[in-house]
């Protein structure tokens, strides 16, 4: 039987525009990883609310989808930063990583997210809310149709992972964050005001889950409970990529991704989530610095 | 230019320092020796506001400091160098010195400042793109003192700047302590180095068990039977090398 | 995987609604007990319209001069409530009848407890087999047995589509039940095996890879059996992956809900499935019912959810007519025998249901799976103001499935 390279490159293309998905969010997870040691439980959650901010944005006050956006992942921002402020800031201070403090964290994080579930479904109940999002005709690739969405949110996600690098190498601002994630008491010493730093990668944190939050609203409907299974594929992808490694966030979700839809595609089509989740095992077997973790041990 | 009066802290419910009293003129060195474990780090520690002052004072340039969060003191010209070496080793040389002048906005000066620490230590400049990571510890002994000169503080405050370093390389970096004094950066130097720090500095105070046991002119230290007797010992201590300016 | 799942949902809403009138001096009261699943919107107006025709019956004066007194409580569709509910209702309240649960699995432990407790048990929404196969002398089923669905739905299917179906099933219960039952009912009235099979996560975002292999397949019709947001989803996917409305999408019973056309939009035009009731129903008393219930609730085009509960209330009011009851302490037992005989005397009841719900006395599924007609129903337009045409009804064999 001939091999369908056709099939085989849509595929990879599936995998590549959902991949970009689960990078984004795990770009959050690491950044906030890499600046406080600890994992954010509650970050599927953020992803949900920015989800319903831009709903909100761009349906009922009628903004452009982009500004919508803008809008959704500012608003994110700033609910990451309230949330850091008023209940993680006690913990944080104690220390994260393996630390009783870190350990709390992980509780406070997993009590979090239910918190925000509850509060998003007080204000916009249970049901799911479609999002659509009228980007003009599909791109039509040879026998292959892909929706504007996908592409724009590959696009989206290359331009926030430039962003982001350039914000960290090549400002000053980006410089005293990987100061404080690096180090926390010589930050101090350097004068960089550290509380305000960790409030400001948390909120950067959350302004890009909100992002995926967003680009995904048109491809899916928006629900309360749609932050669980994102955060256990972007999970997946920050371990893949090397938690903690940026760079390695994106190319993880990307891996994920394509490993997803290869599994599905030509091992068995039944429960496509098992191949992220034996990646991740695999790579926590062979090489749990990650695929790409090699920035991931020295940390910023 | 620093007045401490009475200071005490610890970590948690232990208690370190038990009322130190301190004080730093403009211009000069000051060092602060004592044995492993004695609290001189612990002292550091609280002046720069990382550790919660208990009892006491601090007083620098005029304004009292204790209990301003750690980032402020900086703002106030005090800036520290830890013992730990602890240069970011994910970051290059010139990024670690520039981290030193966050503080500031005068970019101007602020160049002017990374040419006058290249200046001090050569080996920096030629390994400026290079990761701190890849250093000796020389080296990075060197990039962290730099970096603390990078802030132009009023007051440098280094812990213990030869602890394990070569001979030679403790020579040189006496010598650069020399000459970022006379470019008018008064010095709080912790050493157990304690001759050549009491041939460097002006005045010396010598803690044991969070209190100051001694307290006096460098070069009547220096030839203190109580201090000789207590500490000069050892192949750095009693080494006939001389300092150059 | 649900370890977020709707629990949270149902913790504020616990609770018990009382209605029905004091005892007059002369006559006494039929207690009727009821246990549902009032967890969603949609879930608690199920239970305050058996509640509101409990109402209007008294209002009108009872039956046969006596009032009913109704006690409605929420099992959350979970077990062990519902189980507490029943126990509750039969021994504290002392119940003449009890009506449960919407949840099969629900409804299935309270069988055990009401032939033990010689209670009659109607119920009014769940579908499993399994409740009646039992064998409890005491049970009566008024939506159609999930048995008859899958023959519905594949005799459809087979006779009017074509034999090569793709099946894409979520990990939920109700998903997988129905999706097995397609697939062995395609087998065993056609012959016919999968073209293509996938289990997929409930709430999976991504269905693409499936529906370009489905593609390339080349089938007649793709069933999706998911919930209603995640088929949702699936459907949108289906045409952006290129498959032509031609391969018809064919949903599980879940696509009644109205999540699937509001939230798929255009992609839900044509998917159809297998109901008891047709908003689309052009019958008087279907046109009366959807504007009665539109009136007291709000819903438009309501589903068979809302018809079977409207048509048990019926069928037990005509029950309590037809019994001679003491309504004393000494004749509770008595009482609860004679109810149910009555309601296995119910024949040929022409209600909102898609075909007539007769019971019979043996305890066996032929005798209480009261409704055996199932009408198929196609959306025609998406979109919050979804429209649904009837596009056959079926009615299946008494033994089919045993
Ligand atoms: N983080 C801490 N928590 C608890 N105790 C500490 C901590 N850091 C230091 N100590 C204790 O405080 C005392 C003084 O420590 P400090 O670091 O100030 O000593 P030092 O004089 O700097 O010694 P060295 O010359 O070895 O650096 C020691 O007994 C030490 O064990
Ligand atoms: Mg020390």
């Known amino acids: 039987m001939d091999f369908d390279f056709s099939s085989l490159f849509a595929f990879l293309l599936f995998g590549v525009t959902i991949g970009v998905v689960y990078g984004i969010v795990a770009l959050g997870i690491s950044l906030i990883y890499s600046g406080l040691d600890i994992v954010h439980f509650a970050h599927g959650e953020i992803y949900m609310f920015g989800a319903f901010f831009g709903l909100v944005f761009s349906h009922t006050m009628g903004f452009p989808y982009p500004v919508a956006l803008l809008l959704a992942m500012v608003c994110a921002a700033v609910l990451g930063m309230g949330i850091e402020r008023v209940f993680y800031r006690r913990l944080t201070k104690g220390g994260g990583g393996y630390t009783v403090a870190g350990m709390g964290m992980i509780i406070c994080g997993f009590g979090m997210s239910i918190v925000l579930m509850n509060i998003a479904f007080l204000i916009w109940g249970a049901a799911a809310e479609p999002f659509p999002v009228d980007l003009g005709m599909p791109f039509q690739l040879g026998d292959i149709t892909l929706p504007k969405s996908y592409a724009l949110t590959a696009v989206v996600a290359v331009l926030l992972m430039a962003a982001l690098h350039y914000f960290l190498k090549k400002t000053k601002l980006g410089l005293a964050v990987r100061a404080v994630a690096a180090n926390k008491d010589i930050a101090y010493l350097m004068g960089i005001n550290v509380p305000m730093m960790i409030s400001l990668i948390f909120g950067l944190a959350c302004g890009i889950a909100a992002a995926a939050g967003v680009l995904i609203g048109p491809m899916q409907s928006v629900q309360v409970e749609m932050g669980y299974l994102m955060l256990l594929k972007a999970f997946a992808a920050a371990v893949v990529g090397g938690f903690g490694s940026l760079p390695g966030a994106i190319a993880g979700g990307i891996v994920v991704g394509i490993a997803e839809n290869l599994g599905a595609a030509y091992i068995s089509p039944n429960h496509k989530d098992i191949y992220a989740f034996l990646l991740l095992i695999l790579v926590l077997m062979i090489k749990p610095s990650g695929l790409f973790g090699i920035v991931a041990r020295v940390k910023a | 230019m620093l007045k401490v009066s009475g200071l005490s802290t610890g970590y948690g419910k232990l208690q370190i320092l038990r009322g130190i009293d301190l004080n730093v003129a403009e211009g000069g060195i000051v060092t602060l020796l004592g044995g492993n474990g004695t609290g001189k780090s612990t002292f550091l520690k609280a002046l720069s506001g990382l550790l919660p002052v208990w009892e006491g004072s601090i007083e620098f340039d005029g304004q009292k400091i204790q209990n301003l969060p750690p980032h402020e003191i900086v703002r106030c010209g005090l800036t520290q160098v830890t013992q730990g070496k602890d240069a970011y080793p994910a970051m290059t040389v010139e990024e670690n010195l520039k981290l030193g002048a966050y503080v500031r906005k005068d970019k101007i000066a602020i160049a002017e400042d990374l040419e006058r620490v290249y200046s001090f230590f050569p080996r920096l400049l030629e390994r400026r793109t290079q990761l701190a990571a890849t250093l000796s510890g020389g080296e990075v002994q060197m990039l962290v003192i730099g970096r603390g000169l990078m802030a132009r503080p009023k007051l440098l405050m280094l812990d213990e700047p030869s602890a394990a370093l070569a001979p030679k390389i403790i020579m040189d970096i006496f010598a650069t302590i020399n000459r970022i004094r006379k470019s008018g950066v008064s010095i709080l130097m912790v050493e157990q180095n304690v001759r050549m720090a009491l041939l460097l500095a002006e005045y010396g105070y010598i803690i044991r068990d969070g209190v100051i046991l001694i307290k006096g002119d460098a070069k009547d230290l220096i030839n203190d039977p109580n201090v000789k007797k207590s500490f000069l010992g050892g192949t750095v201590a009693n080494s006939t090398h001389e300092i150059k300016a | 995987m649900s370890i977020f799942n709707k629990n949270f949902i149902a913790a504020g809403m616990a609770g018990v609604f009382v209605a029905g009138m004091a005892a007059s001096a002369m006559s006494a009261d039929i207690r009727v007990g009821i246990t549902m699943r009032m967890i969603s919107e949609n879930g608690q107006r199920y239970g305050q319209m058996v509640m509101d025709e409990i109402d209007m019956i008294n209002e009108s004066g ?146 693409r890879t499936h529906m370009q292999k489905i593609k390339s397949a080349g089938v007649d019709g793709i069933m999706i059996a998911a919930l209603a947001e995640t088929m949702a989803r699936a459907l949108t996917q289906s045409y952006e992956a290129g498959i032509p409305a031609s391969v018809r999408r064919i949903g599980s019973s879940s696509a009644s809900n109205s999540p699937v056309p509001s939230i798929a939009g255009d992609a839900a035009k044509g998917v159809f499935f297998a109901a008891a009731y047709a908003a689309a129903d052009s019958r008087p008393i279907a046109r009366l019912f959807n504007e009665m219930v539109k009136k007291r609730y709000g819903v438009n085009s309501p589903d068979h959810d809302f018809s079977q509960a409207y048509d048990l209330v019926r069928i037990t009011e005509i029950a309590l007519k037809n019994a001679d009851l003491k309504l004393d302490d000494e004749n509770l037992a008595a009482d609860r025998t004679a109810i149910r005989d009555a309601i296995a005397n119910v024949k040929d009841y022409n209600g909102l249901a898609s075909g007539p719900i007769s019971f019979c006395a043996a305890a066996t599924p032929q005798c209480r799976d009261g409704n055996r007609t199932a009408v198929l129903i196609a959306y025609t337009k998406g979109g919050k103001d979804y429209k649904t045409e009837v596009l056959a009804r079926v009615t299946m064999p008494i033994d089919f499935g045993l």
């Open chain 3, 62 to 207: 009872g039956i046969n001069g006596n009032m009913l007194k109704a006690t409605l409580m929420n099992d959350e569709c979970k077990s062990d409530k519902g189980v507490a509910n029943a126990i509750k209702l039969i021994n504290q309240q002392k119940v003449h009848i009890l009506i449960g649960s919407t949840c099969s699995s629900v409804s299935l432990p309270i069988v055990d407890i009401t032939e033990k407790a010689g209670v009659p048990q109607i119920i009014p929404h769940s579908t499993n087999d399994k409740i009646t196969k039992k064998g409890s002398a005491w049970v009566f089923r008024v939506p159609v047995s999930g048995r008859y669905y899958a023959g519905v739905n594949a005799k459809y299917v087979g006779e009017n589509i074509g034999k090569k179906i793709a099946y894409l099933c979520a990990a939920d219960a109700a998903s997988q039940n129905d999706c097995d039952a397609m697939q062995s009912q395609m087998k065993s009235q056609h012959g016919a095996d999968p073209a293509y099979v996938a289990q997929v996560q409930e709430k999976e975002v991504d269905f």
